[in-house]
């Protein structure tokens, strides 16, 4: 007779633990949801979650398939100096990953976000957490022209990846990564600290 209660560490764990998180994350967004509820709806102890993930970000990150952690990207950048050229570069850097790239990862991404306003809602709260919403934006501003700041800074990334990925647009597609973040570089650099009501 099978036994019941928490189900012990094996090979099936992993994979039970990763199709809770797309419920949980799904019904609740990504700020709602804890380990403690992804466990629960796994029916394993929570520190067997801990096990296979360090926190609820590396979770999300390997549910979601994405390349590397936002917050990874949002510091390399930090470290070199912030300009829109280097954001852009190391932007698309991480879709273009290892073999294959071009960018199956983003695509997939960009699928489940259209296909499903709880994904998106879920990725939005996920970015945040990870990136934060201090960046180098204008220190003294209101917040709501920081808001409209970040909001230009994202639809100039999404935007290029869009047009780079899933609709192949040249020269823009074919261009390298140095070439792309040239080009669109200056619009995010005004976008961060240029006039934007002008």
Same mark, same amino acid.
Not at 156 to 164: E, K, M, T, V
């Given at each position: 007779m099978a036994g019941r209660g928490r189900r012990p560490g094996h090979a099936d764990t992993r994979a039970a633990i990763l199709a809770s998180a797309r419920a949980v994350f799904y019904e609740q967004g !990504? /700020? $709602?949801a804890s380990l403690r509820a992804i466990a629960r709806r796994a029916a394993v102890d929570p520190a067997l979650v801990h096990h296979y993930f360090a926190d609820k970000s590396a979770l999300y990150i390997e549910m979601m398939d994405l390349p590397i952690d936002p917050k990874a990207v949002k510091d390399e950048v930090g470290a070199g100096g912030f300009t829109g050229e280097r954001l852009i570069d190391r932007? &698309?850097?991480?879709?273009e990953r290892g073999p294959g790239a071009g960018s199956p990862a983003f695509l997939s991404l960009a699928q489940a976000m259209a296909?499903?306003?709880?994904?998106a809602d879920g990725m939005r709260e996920f970015i945040i957490e990870r990136v934060g919403l201090e960046g180098p934006f204008g220190g003294d501003e209101d917040e709501e022209t920081r808001m409209k700041r970040r909001a230009l800074v $994202?639809?100039? &990334? &999404? $935007?290029? /990846?869009? /047009?780079? !990925?899933?609709?192949r647009m040249e020269p823009i597609a074919s261009a390298s990564r140095a070439q792309v973040a040239r080009w669109a570089g200056p619009t995010i650099d005004r976008y961060v600290s240029g006039g934007i009501d002008d």
């Open positions: !990504y /700020a $709602g932007f &698309l850097a991480q879709w296909a499903s306003p709880q994904i $994202g639809s100039q &990334l &999404l $935007g290029i /990846a869009w /047009a780079r !990925y899933v609709m």
